[in-house]
Protein backbone atom coordinates (compact mmCIF):
# COMPACT_ATOMS: atom_id res chain seq x y z
CA UNK A 1 0.00 0.00 0.00
CA UNK A 2 0.88 3.59 -0.51
CA UNK A 3 2.16 5.62 2.43
CA UNK A 4 2.68 9.01 2.90
CA UNK A 5 4.68 10.24 5.68
CA UNK A 6 4.17 13.96 7.70
CA UNK A 7 5.90 14.73 10.55
CA UNK A 8 4.23 14.92 13.78
CA UNK A 9 4.26 18.40 14.75
CA UNK A 10 5.21 21.60 13.35
CA UNK A 11 5.58 24.94 15.40
CA UNK A 12 6.10 28.35 14.58
CA UNK A 13 5.93 32.29 15.34
CA UNK A 14 3.51 34.44 14.55
CA UNK A 15 4.54 36.27 11.48
CA UNK A 16 6.65 33.29 10.18
CA UNK A 17 6.57 30.64 7.59
CA UNK A 18 5.32 27.27 8.11
CA UNK A 19 6.29 24.40 5.98
CA UNK A 20 4.87 21.36 5.97
CA UNK A 21 5.92 17.98 4.14
CA UNK A 22 3.86 14.98 3.04
CA UNK A 23 6.69 12.12 1.78
CA UNK A 24 6.19 9.87 -0.79
CA UNK A 25 7.36 7.28 -3.28
CA UNK A 26 7.91 9.62 -6.89
CA UNK A 27 4.88 11.43 -4.98
CA UNK A 28 6.07 14.01 -7.44
CA UNK A 29 4.19 12.24 -10.37
CA UNK A 30 0.81 12.45 -7.97
CA UNK A 31 -1.47 14.97 -7.50
CA UNK A 32 -1.90 15.89 -3.81
CA UNK A 33 -4.07 18.18 -1.62
CA UNK A 34 -3.97 19.65 1.79
CA UNK A 35 -6.64 19.54 4.22
CA UNK A 36 -6.46 21.85 7.66
CA UNK A 37 -8.97 20.45 10.22
CA UNK A 38 -9.23 22.18 13.59
CA UNK A 39 -10.89 20.17 16.62
CA UNK A 40 -14.38 19.81 16.39
CA UNK A 41 -14.67 21.23 12.73
CA UNK A 42 -15.08 19.29 9.33
CA UNK A 43 -11.92 19.41 7.29
CA UNK A 44 -11.65 22.03 5.10
CA UNK A 45 -9.57 21.71 1.67
CA UNK A 46 -6.66 24.26 1.45
CA UNK A 47 -4.61 23.38 -1.71
CA UNK A 48 -5.41 20.93 -4.17
CA UNK A 49 -3.69 19.57 -7.12
CA UNK A 50 -0.54 20.28 -5.64
CA UNK A 51 -0.45 24.05 -5.58
CA UNK A 52 -3.84 25.11 -6.42
CA UNK A 53 -5.88 27.52 -3.84
CA UNK A 54 -10.00 26.81 -3.58
CA UNK A 55 -11.99 29.76 -3.60
CA UNK A 56 -11.90 31.65 -0.19
CA UNK A 57 -7.85 30.39 1.06
CA UNK A 58 -6.02 33.33 1.78
CA UNK A 59 -3.14 33.13 -0.29
CA UNK A 60 -1.08 33.14 2.50
CA UNK A 61 -1.56 29.06 1.61
CA UNK A 62 0.73 27.84 -1.30
CA UNK A 63 1.84 24.00 -2.39
CA UNK A 64 4.19 22.44 -3.97
CA UNK A 65 5.53 18.57 -4.93
CA UNK A 66 8.80 17.13 -6.29
CA UNK A 67 10.22 14.14 -6.38
CA UNK A 68 9.40 12.34 -3.28
CA UNK A 69 7.93 15.45 -0.97
CA UNK A 70 5.29 17.73 -1.37
CA UNK A 71 5.48 20.79 1.01
CA UNK A 72 2.27 23.06 2.10
CA UNK A 73 3.96 26.37 2.73
CA UNK A 74 2.09 29.13 5.16
CA UNK A 75 2.64 32.69 5.20
CA UNK A 76 2.83 34.79 7.34
CA UNK A 77 1.38 32.47 10.27
CA UNK A 78 -1.48 33.75 12.25
CA UNK A 79 -3.17 32.52 15.49
CA UNK A 80 -6.10 30.88 13.71
CA UNK A 81 -4.12 28.71 11.07
CA UNK A 82 -3.29 26.33 14.26
CA UNK A 83 -5.11 23.05 13.25
CA UNK A 84 -4.27 19.94 12.16
CA UNK A 85 -3.26 19.52 8.60
CA UNK A 86 -3.59 16.01 6.49
CA UNK A 87 -1.78 15.37 3.23
CA UNK A 88 -3.78 13.24 0.68
CA UNK A 89 -3.34 11.49 -2.75
CA UNK A 90 -5.48 9.46 -4.61
CA UNK A 91 -3.36 6.01 -5.52
CA UNK A 92 -3.99 4.54 -8.98
CA UNK A 93 -2.31 1.15 -7.97
CA UNK A 94 -5.14 0.20 -5.27
CA UNK A 95 -7.40 2.87 -6.40
CA UNK A 96 -7.65 3.88 -2.71
CA UNK A 97 -7.73 7.60 -1.61
CA UNK A 98 -4.37 7.84 0.91
CA UNK A 99 -3.90 10.17 3.80
CA UNK A 100 -0.90 11.45 5.42
CA UNK A 101 -0.62 10.92 9.27
CA UNK A 102 -1.48 15.02 10.28
CA UNK A 103 0.57 17.36 11.15
CA UNK A 104 0.11 19.69 14.06
CA UNK A 105 0.70 23.08 13.31
CA UNK A 106 1.06 25.39 16.58
CA UNK A 107 1.79 28.52 16.81
CA UNK A 108 3.90 29.74 19.54
CA UNK B 1 -23.45 26.16 -2.31
CA UNK B 2 -22.72 22.84 -1.39
CA UNK B 3 -23.47 21.44 2.16
CA UNK B 4 -24.29 18.20 3.46
CA UNK B 5 -25.74 17.22 6.46
CA UNK B 6 -25.04 14.30 8.69
CA UNK B 7 -27.13 12.75 11.08
CA UNK B 8 -26.79 12.49 14.66
CA UNK B 9 -24.34 11.08 17.35
CA UNK B 10 -24.95 7.38 18.35
CA UNK B 11 -24.16 4.97 20.98
CA UNK B 12 -23.81 1.47 19.87
CA UNK B 13 -22.79 -1.93 21.46
CA UNK B 14 -19.90 -4.19 20.36
CA UNK B 15 -21.73 -6.66 17.11
CA UNK B 16 -23.88 -4.05 16.38
CA UNK B 17 -24.46 -1.95 12.94
CA UNK B 18 -25.03 1.58 12.68
CA UNK B 19 -26.35 3.42 9.44
CA UNK B 20 -24.85 7.13 9.54
CA UNK B 21 -27.24 9.16 6.87
CA UNK B 22 -25.36 12.60 4.71
CA UNK B 23 -28.32 14.78 2.58
CA UNK B 24 -26.83 16.92 0.34
CA UNK B 25 -27.94 19.88 -0.79
CA UNK B 26 -26.75 22.88 -3.27
CA UNK B 27 -25.53 20.46 -5.97
CA UNK B 28 -26.74 17.76 -8.42
CA UNK B 29 -26.40 14.98 -6.10
CA UNK B 30 -25.72 12.60 -8.78
CA UNK B 31 -23.45 14.04 -10.51
CA UNK B 32 -20.44 13.49 -7.43
CA UNK B 33 -19.39 10.62 -6.10
CA UNK B 34 -19.21 10.90 -2.11
CA UNK B 35 -16.23 9.82 -0.20
CA UNK B 36 -16.57 8.89 3.55
CA UNK B 37 -13.48 9.31 6.27
CA UNK B 38 -13.33 8.04 9.59
CA UNK B 39 -11.70 9.96 12.41
CA UNK B 40 -11.03 7.58 15.41
CA UNK B 41 -10.28 8.54 18.98
CA UNK B 42 -6.71 10.39 18.97
CA UNK B 43 -6.06 9.29 14.99
CA UNK B 44 -5.97 10.95 11.80
CA UNK B 45 -8.17 10.72 8.70
CA UNK B 46 -8.58 7.48 7.39
CA UNK B 47 -10.73 7.08 4.05
CA UNK B 48 -12.78 4.26 4.08
CA UNK B 49 -14.45 4.04 0.74
CA UNK B 50 -16.21 6.02 -2.18
CA UNK B 51 -19.64 5.75 -3.96
CA UNK B 52 -21.19 6.95 -6.99
CA UNK B 53 -24.98 7.94 -6.42
CA UNK B 54 -25.89 7.87 -9.69
CA UNK B 55 -24.38 4.33 -10.56
CA UNK B 56 -24.54 2.72 -7.61
CA UNK B 57 -20.96 1.29 -7.88
CA UNK B 58 -18.85 1.55 -4.58
CA UNK B 59 -14.74 1.14 -3.99
CA UNK B 60 -13.82 0.01 -0.12
CA UNK B 61 -10.33 0.83 1.58
CA UNK B 62 -9.75 -3.48 2.20
CA UNK B 63 -9.46 -2.68 5.81
CA UNK B 64 -13.16 -2.49 5.73
CA UNK B 65 -14.55 -4.29 2.93
CA UNK B 66 -16.97 -6.51 4.06
CA UNK B 67 -17.85 -4.96 6.80
CA UNK B 68 -19.04 -1.77 5.26
CA UNK B 69 -21.75 -0.85 2.96
CA UNK B 70 -22.54 2.44 1.21
CA UNK B 71 -25.67 3.15 -0.49
CA UNK B 72 -27.88 6.48 -1.99
CA UNK B 73 -31.59 7.23 -2.02
CA UNK B 74 -31.34 10.07 -4.77
CA UNK B 75 -35.09 10.90 -4.30
CA UNK B 76 -33.90 12.37 -1.10
CA UNK B 77 -30.27 13.16 -1.96
CA UNK B 78 -28.76 11.17 0.74
CA UNK B 79 -26.13 8.73 0.67
CA UNK B 80 -25.53 6.02 3.45
CA UNK B 81 -22.94 4.72 5.49
CA UNK B 82 -23.30 1.34 7.17
CA UNK B 83 -20.82 0.07 9.46
CA UNK B 84 -22.08 -3.53 10.66
CA UNK B 85 -20.25 -6.10 13.35
CA UNK B 86 -19.07 -2.87 15.42
CA UNK B 87 -15.77 -3.08 18.42
CA UNK B 88 -14.61 -0.47 20.68
CA UNK B 89 -11.93 0.62 17.90
CA UNK B 90 -14.33 2.14 15.74
CA UNK B 91 -15.40 4.40 17.98
CA UNK B 92 -14.96 7.75 15.93
CA UNK B 93 -16.08 10.21 13.75
CA UNK B 94 -17.36 9.38 10.45
CA UNK B 95 -17.55 12.16 7.44
CA UNK B 96 -18.66 12.35 3.90
CA UNK B 97 -17.25 14.68 1.51
CA UNK B 98 -17.87 15.30 -1.86
CA UNK B 99 -15.53 14.86 -4.56
CA UNK B 100 -14.72 18.10 -5.45
CA UNK B 101 -14.05 17.37 -9.26
CA UNK B 102 -16.64 14.73 -9.23
CA UNK B 103 -14.73 11.84 -9.16
CA UNK B 104 -13.57 9.78 -5.97
CA UNK B 105 -9.86 9.81 -7.77
CA UNK B 106 -9.54 13.68 -6.79
CA UNK B 107 -9.97 15.84 -4.03
CA UNK B 108 -12.79 16.38 -1.24
CA UNK B 109 -14.22 20.06 -1.49
CA UNK B 110 -17.23 20.02 1.08
CA UNK B 111 -17.46 18.04 4.27
CA UNK B 112 -20.32 17.11 6.48
CA UNK B 113 -19.98 18.55 9.78
CA UNK B 114 -18.80 14.90 11.36
CA UNK B 115 -21.07 12.17 13.48
CA UNK B 116 -19.70 10.93 16.25
CA UNK B 117 -20.36 6.79 16.98
CA UNK B 118 -19.21 5.32 20.85
CA UNK B 119 -19.23 1.62 20.62
CA UNK B 120 -19.13 0.54 24.53
CA UNK B 121 -20.74 -2.41 26.22
Redesign the interface.
Known amino acids: ?1 YVLTQPPSVSVAPGKTARITCGGDDIGSE ?1 V ?1 W ?1 Q ?1 KAGQ ?4 VI ?2 DSDR ?1 SGIPERFSGSNSGNTATLVISRVEAGDEA ?1 Y ?1 C ?1 V ?1 H ?1 G ?9 SKLTVL | QARLVQSGAEVKKPGASVKVSCKASGFTFTSYDI ?1 W ?1 RQATGQ ?4 MG ?1 MNPNSGKT ?1 Y ?2 KFQGRVTMTADTSINTAYLEVSNLRSEDTAVF ?1 C ?1 RA ?1 SGF ?6 S ?4 TRVIVSS
Open positions: SSHYHAPVLHYPDYQWSSDHVVFGGG | NVGLEWWGAQYAGHTGYSDWGQG
